[in-house]
Antibody, heavy 116, light 108 residues
Framework: QVQLVESGGGLVKPGGSLRLSCAAS????????MSWTRQAPGKGLEWLSYITGPGSATYYADSVKGRFTISRDNAKNSLYLQLNSLRAEDTAMYYC?????????WGQGILVTVSS | EIVLTQSPGTLSLSPGERATLSCRAS???????LAWYQQRPGQAPRFLLSSAPTRATGIPDRFSGSASGTDFTLTISRLEPEDFAVYYCQQCGVSPWTFGQGTKVEIK
């Protein structure tokens, strides 16, 4: 069965960095677009970034462009999100998900808290 | 950027009633790339269907989607207790991908 498991979250100071990982299993990872979406406490969903199956193309929301970097390692069935120059407003649950005709599988999410 | 506007913000209904949720796009979106999600408290979002009308595996047939121009609709024919949740639409046809702000379906 398809599984997506995020890791790497935690408490970080403003201006700091963090690298999130998403371990995928149960499907041919390299065949699928993968995305990151976040949800601030009590708020709605905010799509952040996607990467194509081969990793040849990426796209970002304006809110994170230049600060966050999405990448993948198809040999390791893993997706990553590098978060730099973190701000308090980046505090959220971060989800990885699969697909580009709708995000059909989601991880359970990982919490990132940005606070001094 | 395509803005998706969901209405109403909150829908108060009783179990067994029909729920009609709306999502209006600011620009043309292919039905292939307009999706609906359910999110229960404390859980990750769950893909329900796209408006092409492709229902995700395991999603009951009381959930259906339709489209007319830039207007998309999610219908839940008869609400079950587990259907009371927040619902989001999302377009993934034009970058950047965007979500609507959500509609909460609550028990009346």
């Amino acid at each position: 069965q398809v599984q997506l498991v995020e890791s790497g979250g935690g408490l970080v100071k403003p201006g700091g960095s963090l690298r999130l990982s998403c371990a995928a299993s149960g499907f041919t990872f390299s065949d699928y677009f993968m995305s990151w979406t976040r949800q601030a406490p009590g708020k709605g969903l905010e799509w952040l970034s996607y990467i194509t199956g081969p990793g040849s193309a990426t796209y970002y929301a304006d809110s994170v462009k230049g600060r966050f970097t999405i990448s993948r390692d198809n040999a390791k069935n893993s997706l990553y999100l590098q978060l730099n120059s973190l701000r308090a407003e980046d505090t959220a649950m971060y989800y990885c998900s699969r697909g580009n005709y709708g995000l059909d599988y989601w991880g359970q999410g990982i919490l990132v808290t940005v606070s001094s | 950027e395509i803005v998706l506007t969901q209405s109403p913000g909150t829908l108060s209904l009783s179990p067994g009633e029909r729920a009609t949720l709306s999502c209006r796009a600011s620009q043309t979106v292919s039905t292939t790339y307009l999706a609906w999600y359910q999110q229960r408290p404390g859980q990750a979002p769950r893909f329900l269907l796209s408006s092409a009308p492709t229902r995700a595996t395991g999603i009951p047939d009381r959930f259906s989607g339709s489209a007319s121009g830039t207007d998309f609709t999610l219908t839940i024919s008869r609400l079950e207790p587990e259907d009371f949740a927040v619902y989001y639409c999302q377009q993934c046809g034009v970058s950047p991908w965007t979500f609507g702000q959500g509609t909460k379906v609550e028990i009346k």
